[in-house]
């Protein structure tokens, strides 16, 4: 049944419409209370990425030493702040996504995408394990030019790992200025809101350096 979900984005003019205002979400982080309303705060940095179902994804960074505050929402699509059954179709063209604000002076762009390389298949295409559809690809999405230099760089090593492993060929897409939509409360810190909850989140087995 998963099978039947699109395989590949809609053109612009077919995404869902969506709406003028942001839909309800939570205030602050479940498990550390930091407002998740706002710009992210001075001294910190901002890094997205796609890896399958949001809610292992967030889980996979929110304990990380130098990460100030993680979200799960929506992004690199069309549709302007859309609902979770709105990025189900695969009508908005969205990506399942968690934002990470972090302290570079305590943890680096290139240490959170080794957590990212490891903890999920980047070679799947439109899939993440039997999570099927536009909204589970795999995805680095960044602010400025300099980090979209450094996660292609990032990218690079991995597949030269991948290769050697013989393991496919990265599928993830790397973007810059990604506008992000948070997802409704429901979805923020889900597993730890429900630790029994369904994860999806799988590595491919191949580490980022020996």
Not at 135 to 156: F, H, N, P, W
Request: hydrophobic letters at 35%.
């Amino acid at each position: 049944m998963w099978f039947s979900k699109p395989v590949s984005l809609p053109e612009p003019d077919d995404a869902l419409p969506g709406r003028s205002q942001p839909i309800p979400t939570s205030s602050h982080h479940y498990i550390n209370g930091r407002a998740m309303i706002g710009p992210c705060p001075q001294g910190l940095e901002e890094l997205m990425v796609g890896m399958g179902c949001f809610w292992g994804a967030e889980r996979a960074f929110w304990s990380l030493p130098g990460v100030y505050l993680t979200a799960v929402g929506y992004g690199a699509g069309y549709t302007p702040n859309p609902f979770y059954e709105e990025v189900c179709t695969g009508l908005t063209g969205h990506n399942e996504l968690v934002r990470i604000w972090y302290e570079p002076g305590v943890i680096s762009l290139e240490e959170l995408l080794v957590v990212f390389w490891q903890r999920h298949d980047p070679t799947q295409g439109m899939r993440q394990g039997n999570d099927v559809g536009t909204q589970y690809r795999s995805g680095i999405y960044v602010r400025t030019e300099d980090a979209l230099a450094r996660a292609e760089t990032s990218r690079d090593h991995y597949q030269q790992r991948l290769t050697a492993a013989g393991r496919g060929i990265i599928t993830t897409e790397i973007q810059l200025d990604v506008e992000f939509y948070p997802a409704e409360a429901e979805h923020q810190q889900y597993l730890a809101k429900h630790p029994a909850g369904y994860c999806g989140l799988g590595g491919c087995g191949v580490t980022f350096d020996d």
